[in-house]
């Protein structure tokens, strides 16, 4: 399996807060993306990473930053967490963005936002 | 902008054939992928169409026509554990970075 982990799996937080989801490969791919999913929305791209210190707005990124200190670390930051947020929570990699090679998920982070 | 269409949800029974259908439009095609994903847990890719016809990969097929912009994902021989949400998703035309997803097809297999 490819070597991909979230943390952490689950959270319930404040309305308010900040919070940072993390995501770990070592796979030392280049491409690392943050999704979100809800029902009846399926999986939307929050931001993602074409490089350390590379990253670009996917189409939910309002109330969300990302940052790539590391060729293997994504953290994903809930500014001020909403109800709204309430989400499962995906990182994937990829190794190219020429060929399509598809991505590979974590386990997924599920977040409660009360 | 990107748009994709697929069913809901589809029930079929152990050892048949389904066929799960996806229909998109898109600004730029840079191919379509397939990812299967069981509940709870997270997708995982199953295929990748950029040239018209089927591609065939043990009991899953899938088929792309691009004058159509219609694909679908063709599971022979079902069995119980193929129970799972099947997503369709289609790249934006700048590139393999930016991926719409489908809102997926969950199927159900019973005995």
């Known amino acids: 399996d490819a070597g991909i982990t979230q943390s952490p799996r689950h959270k319930v937080t404040e309305t308010g807060t900040p919070v940072t989801l993390r995501c770990h490969q070592t796979?030392?791919?280049?491409?690392m993306y943050w999704y979100r999913q809800d029902p009846g929305h399926g999986l939307r791209l929050i931001h993602y990473?074409?490089?350390?210190?590379?990253?670009d707005k996917g189409e939910v990124s309002d109330g969300y930053s990302v940052s790539r200190s590391k060729t293997e670390d994504f953290l994903l930051t809930l500014e001020s967490a909403t109800s709204s947020q309430t989400s499962v929570y995906f990182c994937?990699?990829?190794?190219?963005?020429?060929?399509?090679?598809?991505?590979?998920f974590g386990s997924g982070t599920r977040l409660t936002v009360v | 902008g990107q748009n994709i269409d697929q069913p809901t949800e589809m029930t079929a029974t152990e050892g048949a054939i389904v066929q799960i259908n996806c229909t998109y439009q898109?600004?730029?095609?840079?191919?379509l992928f397939w990812y299967q994903q069981h509940a709870g847990e997270a997708p995982t890719f199953l295929s990748y169409n950029v040239l018209d016809g089927l591609e065939e990969k043990g009991r899953f097929s899938s088929f792309l026509s691009r004058s159509k912009g219609y694909s679908y994902l063709l599971l022979k021989e079902l069995q119980m554990k193929d129970s799972a949400s099947y997503l369709c998703a289609v790249p934006h035309s700048g590139g393999y970075q930016k991926v719409t997803f489908g809102t997926g097809t969950k199927l159900q297999v019973i005995p």
């Open positions: 898109t600004s730029g095609f840079n191919g």
């Open positions: 990473s074409y490089g350390v210190k590379d990253t």
């Open positions: 796979e030392n791919h280049r491409y």
């Open positions: 994937a990699i990829s190794e190219s963005d020429r060929e399509a090679y598809g991505y590979t």
